[in-house]
């Protein structure tokens, strides 16, 4: 069986764990997860992997070794390590954001080798295994990253880009979270003025977001094709959207996801 190693525990370690621990690829002896601070290791521990609080212990006997920390903190952890690792046979993971891949390789170079790295850039959605991850390989990885497409695969959807598309892959999937949870709290809203408890319109919101979801899924269609079926010629739909587009909600939505990019 594969280990697998993840050197952080914070709100994406954290997550990236708890999926692991949750897959179909490794045993949950075979998850190693480090942290400074033994407090976050507990629950960890609870659902049966390994812990530590040395990440020299924790990259020892593991294949792939994936690096979750902030990103102020990559280059301290991989100086902690680098002696530790084998290039011959452990795979780095870099989950790090606004590190490059050309950094990794000078901050990783020993004796004229760098190992295999992949940058890989999840979403929260990893802890129920439903995340968008996009994953960019070095030259070395690249002729085998089918194998960590595979661990990401078995967590949510996966998406292999170049490195210079992380990014924009990130404002539209790592933030976009965030930005539909805006939405259904502001369709919440919108519920309890209409009458509902607070609990009972975010069940309506999550489910209506659900079903919109899989009919996507499902016909594989644009998402105008969906919308025109629930479209009636003087409806109470048409009316909403407009509303929806008067206030500018196509643009607030686009300027949202493009802003942060912006130089």
Known sequence: ??????????EMGGAFAAGLLKSNLFTNSDVTVANPHEGKLAKFAQMGASVTTDNKVAVQDADFVAIVVKPGVVQTVIEELKDELDYDRQTIINM??????DRLEQWLEKDGTVP????AIPNIGIEEKASMTFIAPNAK???HIDKVKAIFDDLGETMVTDE????????MAGCGIAYVMRFMRAATEAGVQLGFRADDAKNIIVQTMNGAVKLLQAHGGHPEAEIDKVTTPGGMTIKGLNAMEKNGFSNAVIEGIITPLRK
Request: no cysteine; charged share 5%.
């Open 96 to 101: 790090a954001a606004s590190i490059t891949i």
């Open 116 to 119: 295999e790295i992949f940058q």
């Open 164 to 171: 210079s598309l992380l990014f924009a892959g990130t404002a």
């Open 1 to 10: 069986m594969m280990k697998i190693s993840v050197i952080g525990a914070g």
């Open 141 to 143: 990885g690249a002729p």
